[in-house]
């Protein structure tokens, strides 16, 4: 029997080691990842986040230019790559309710053909969509005719402040306070696991970032087993090889060793009423 096709959304805040493992999963033959899908649009029109990086794909090139990007164009047939204006899919509201409903359904059938032309040009079974958007996540679950799954990845909310407020200050984005940033990562946290209330506890996975270094290979079995493929050996380095993905955390192109990131400790002992909060709020949930 054939087994149907797998979707695995990744979904959890920035900054949260989702490019760490989508990298891992991507490993298997089985499995192909495609990186954050949500920002395809604005790679393609060069537009949004990315511009550090000219939107290119993992690979270098430009995703007119990308041989991986290309094919997938090609088989969806369609007259103009400006269709594919918007793959963001985000909650309706305001006086265009209507309008944003509209073009969500639009993205929902553009997305489920993006998967399907990934799926015939790789002959993977399997596919890492690292968008980590919760509404636009849930969205694609419920329109979905494949077999959807979804990781839900937490790391620890200090570190994850931290860690984006480096990368702003580094690519010259307004800066923002890491109890602001703390705040924001928690409430994108809270609308994670709203949505994913309605999601069948059978298609979660409840990944925490600090635990799979305490025993990475274990949960990594753990994890085949959830989503279906043959366990490996969890590699030593994060590193791309052949990958064709968009966006990530802005380190991936370097080849780095996987262990865990203990840098931010020194920075939340210093802002000791962050520190508190972000303890207290990683407690809650
Ligand atoms: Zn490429």
Redesign the pocket.
Known sequence: MKRRQTIVYIMSNQRSGSTLIENILSKSTEIISVGETYLLGGYLHKKGPGSAWDWN???G?NLND????KKIFNRLKLKDLEVIKNTKIIYPKGPDKELIKEENKHVATLMNNIYNAVFDITHCSILVDSSKEAYHGISLYRNSQFNFKFIYLKRDLRAVSISRQKWRRKYDKENLSLLKLLLANYIHRINCWFLLRSVKKKDIYNLNYEDFFKNPQEIFNDMSEFIGFNSFSVPDYMELNDD?TIAGTPNRFEKRKIKYDDGWHDVAKKNPFFNFLGYILNKIG
């Open positions: 794909c993992s690979c090139s990308c041989d991986f990007w064709h």
